[in-house]
């Protein structure tokens, strides 16, 4: 009698997918014949877990199982003693495991849709805040002009492949399974070369130098990737061709820092400035600026002009720019310069309420009281 799907699993009827993957994995490494060499009945035990899973896997089959049993069950074998299980399912099922259970069995001879390529793009500040359409320079391959990518010498064509009669596969087995793969001979092509075009040497493909045009929408930033679809390698026997990835790369600006949306500039105003009070001009993106400095300003002290940033790259709604103001110690003084400070320091430590360093005697008074 015909052992229940269900129990070879040991799942209950109502599993849900992910439970009938997680206990054909679990089985399927338990009983593999690599790992139970000799052991006939690990093997008789990995072909009833591979039927099972053939089945249960497959919501019409599984349908048809539990309402007809084994009687009416449908194929899931080419043959006798076969089961068919899909190489793609098994890699989901197995993930990193794969290769090291059914890897040289598996593994596709070529894919026929093109390789993705990679290059990068120099922005300046002033481009990223107004979006902009940037040049891009690469060297990538292309279906070769004098064979149109058959890779035989003009003239001849490409010979059907013996090994697999032109079908790009051919059907193996191992023990119990019966897999699909490409043909190891034309690597999935149907044809082989006998006579290799020079130009591309029987490749099929030639390198070009191309320019293109991306378009880069305001706001990005460094280390950010655009794409320009199908502007990769060309895809073999019909398949869609790779894309574009370009990478953006933000130049350093002599003014400002970004900070998200926000951009940061430091700038450096005199002792009488932040004394007395100023009105300074500063640099934006959009041209100058002035900003009101007021009397008694400290050094480190933040002014923000609002939406002088940068757009947002979703949002579109531009961020602020902050004027970090930053006091400026005189290196090299005149004698004059040198009296006068001289003259105020003593005026200033004459200072009943301390108004003119209200931070430094902040500062004695917590000095004094931590000694005393």
């Known amino acids: 009698m015909q052992a229940d799907y269900y129990e070879v699993l040991g799942v209950s009827r109502d599993a849900r997918p992910d439970d009938l993957k997680k206990a054909f994995r679990k089985l399927a490494i338990q009983f593999h014949p690599d790992k139970n060499p000799g052991d006939a009945s690990a093997e008789e035990k990995f072909k009833q877990v591979n039927e099972a899973y053939a089945v249960l896997s497959d919501p019409d089959k599984r349908a048809h199982y539990d309402r007809?049993?084994?009687?009416?069950?449908?194929?899931?074998?080419?043959g006798p003693g076969g089961v068919?299980?899909?190489?793609?399912?098994?890699?989901?099922?197995?993930?990193?495991?794969?290769?090291?259970?059914?890897?040289?069995?598996?593994?596709?001879g070529g894919t026929h849709h093109g390789r993705d390529i990679h290059t990068t793009v120099s922005l300046t500040l002033e481009q990223v805040a107004g979006g902009v359409e940037a040049p891009v320079r690469v060297r990538r391959p292309r279906t070769c002009p004098a064979c149109a990518g058959s890779g035989a010498r003009p003239g001849t064509k490409p010979e059907r492949c013996a090994t697999c009669d032109?079908?790009?596969?051919?059907?193996?087995?191992?023990?119990?399974?019966?897999?699909?793969?490409?043909?190891?001979?034309?690597?999935?092509?149907?044809?082989?070369?006998?006579?290799?075009?020079?130009?591309?040497?029987?490749?099929?493909?030639?390198?070009?130098?191309?320019?293109?045009?991306?378009?880069?929408?305001?706001?990005?930033?460094?280390?950010?990737?655009?794409?320009?679809?199908?502007?990769?390698?060309?895809?073999?026997?019909?398949?869609?061709?790779?894309?574009?990835?370009?990478?953006?790369?933000?130049?350093?600006?002599?003014?400002?820092?970004?900070?998200?949306?926000?951009?940061?500039?430091?700038?450096p105003i005199s002792f009488p400035q932040a004394a007395l009070g100023a009105q300074l001009e500063v640099p934006t993106l959009d041209g100058r600026a002035k900003v009101k400095v007021p009397p008694g300003t400290q050094s480190g002290t933040v002014m923000r002009l609002r939406g002088k940033g940068l757009p947002g790259l979703r949002a579109g709604a531009r961020g602020d720019q902050l004027v970090r103001l930053q006091i400026e110690t005189p290196t090299e003084l005149t004698a004059k310069q040198r009296e006068l400070l001289e003259a105020f320091e003593r005026e200033s430590d004459g200072h009943e309420a301390g108004g003119a360093h209200p931070q430094r005697k902040s500062f004695l008074d917590k000095l004094r009281d931590f000694f005393d």
């Not at 007809?68 to 080419?78: D, E, L, R, S, Y």
């Not at 019966?178 to 149907?190: W, Y």
Request: charged share 30%.
């Open 68 to 78: 007809f049993g084994h009687a009416q069950a449908p194929p899931v074998g080419p």
């Open 84 to 108: 068919y299980v899909n190489p793609e399912d098994l890699q989901d099922v197995f993930g990193d495991l794969f290769d090291e259970l059914f890897g040289s069995w598996f593994r596709r």
């Open 166 to 267: 032109g079908l790009g596969q051919v059907r193996v087995r191992r023990g119990f399974l019966s897999l699909v793969q490409p043909c190891p001979h034309c690597f999935g092509r149907g044809t082989v070369v006998r006579d290799a075009d020079p130009r591309c040497r029987g490749t099929g493909l030639v390198e070009e130098e191309a320019t293109l045009t991306i378009r880069v929408p305001a706001g990005v930033d460094s280390g950010q990737k655009l794409r320009l679809e199908g502007e990769g390698e060309p895809g073999r026997q019909g398949g869609m061709n790779g894309d574009l990835y370009v990478e953006v790369r933000v130049e350093k600006h002599p003014f400002f820092e970004r900070d998200g949306s926000d951009l940061v500039c430091e700038v």
